[in-house]
């Protein structure tokens, strides 16, 4: 059976938050940018993952979560949720991951970007890439 998942778009302006996840090979993903969240717990809904996903994450509590959509592939069944990000960035604190930060529309188009803890360049993971161009496609 395969995963399920919650991911956040958490935005602010014309930017979204993403995290650099460990360059682990046995993750989805490794050293790739991408969206916060993770597995639901067995008995879990993706509305209550989001948010303990995000919490244990990034130590924060997204407020006006709203379902975004769900992707589905051979990998996992994503339940991706949107909210505005209403703090600095300055305020969350990394507890999973190597680094984060807000990209760019333009970043996100390109599919890259530097990262100054890893002090490199690194590339976004191919579906967060979908699913945040079809957001910003979907905003207009």
């Known amino acids: 059976m395969k995963p399920e998942v919650a991911i956040a778009i958490l935005y602010q302006h014309q930017t979204f938050l993403l995290q650099l ?4 090979p046995n993750i989805a993903y490794p050293g790739h940018w991408g969206l916060f969240g993770g597995h ?30 769900v992707y589905d592939d051979d990998r996992a069944t994503r339940h ?36 100054d803890r890893a002090n490199q360049i690194r590339p976004l993971g191919a579906i967060h890439q979908r699913i945040l161009l079809d957001f910003i496609n979907a905003k207009g």
């Open 80 to 115: 991706v949720f949107a909210a505005p990000l209403t703090i600095d960035v300055s305020e969350l604190k990394l507890m999973e991951g190597w680094d984060l930060g807000l990209f760019t529309i333009a970043e996100i188009q390109q599919g890259e970007r530097f990262s």
């Open 40 to 69: 639901l717990d067995p008995g879990e809904t993706p509305e209550v993952a989001v948010v303990r996903e995000l919490q244990e994450e990034i130590c924060y509590a997204a407020t006006e979560l709203v379902k975004f959509g």
């Open 21 to 24: 996840r460990d360059n682990i």
